[in-house]
């Protein structure tokens, strides 16, 4: 779980910074996911419940 909060948490960065213009390929990867651009808390929201889940489910291991 912490590999998926971990690929979300990543994606929301690319996302972010490709609809700040900070990256080189910023065009290419807003042709695609123009949405996700403008709104890259979409993928950040899921990414930070995914983490306090895998936490959730790690503590209850203990």
């Known amino acids: 779980m912490f590999v998926v909060a971990f690929l979300l948490a990543a994606a929301a960065a690319v ?5 700040h213009g900070e990256l080189p390929w910023s065009h290419d ?4 996911g123009d949405v996700l651009c ?3 808390s979409w ?4 990414a930070l419940l995914s983490l306090i889940w895998a936490l959730f489910l ?3 291991r203990l």
């Open 43 to 46: 993928l950040g929201i899921p």
């Open 29 to 32: 990867i807003c042709r695609y």
């Open 15 to 19: 996302f972010f910074s490709a609809g």
């Open 58 to 60: 790690r503590v209850d």
């Open 38 to 40: 403008q709104q890259p």
